[in-house]
């Protein structure tokens, strides 16, 4: 979404990821509250095969996701791109 709407802002979805992995994957040996991972994507979903499967928490991230993609592609139809 980024990307189509700020050209410039698309180093932040970068960051975003880097950040969303080492929160979630590298958490528990930084002793990071609880509630910090579920800020990304990747600590809301369950750990499967381990947890159970949770249909609506997978459906509500492709949702979110179709909706920014869509957004994007609006944008980036939009901006004039040059080079």
């Known amino acids: 979404c980024l990307v189509g709407w700020a050209k410039g802002a698309t180093p932040v979805t970068w960051v975003y990821l880097a950040v969303s992995f080492l929160l979630v994957y590298l958490g528990g040996t930084l002793n990071i509250p609880a509630w910090v991972p579920k800020l990304s994507p990747f600590g809301l979903l369950p750990r499967y095969p381990v947890d159970a499967f949770s249909a609506p928490t997978w459906l509500a991230l492709v949702a979110v996701a179709l909706a920014l993609g869509a957004l994007g592609c609006l944008g ?8």
Do not use: K
């Not at 980036?76 to 080079?83: A, I, K």
């Open 76 to 83: 980036y139809r939009r901006r004039d791109v040059t080079n």
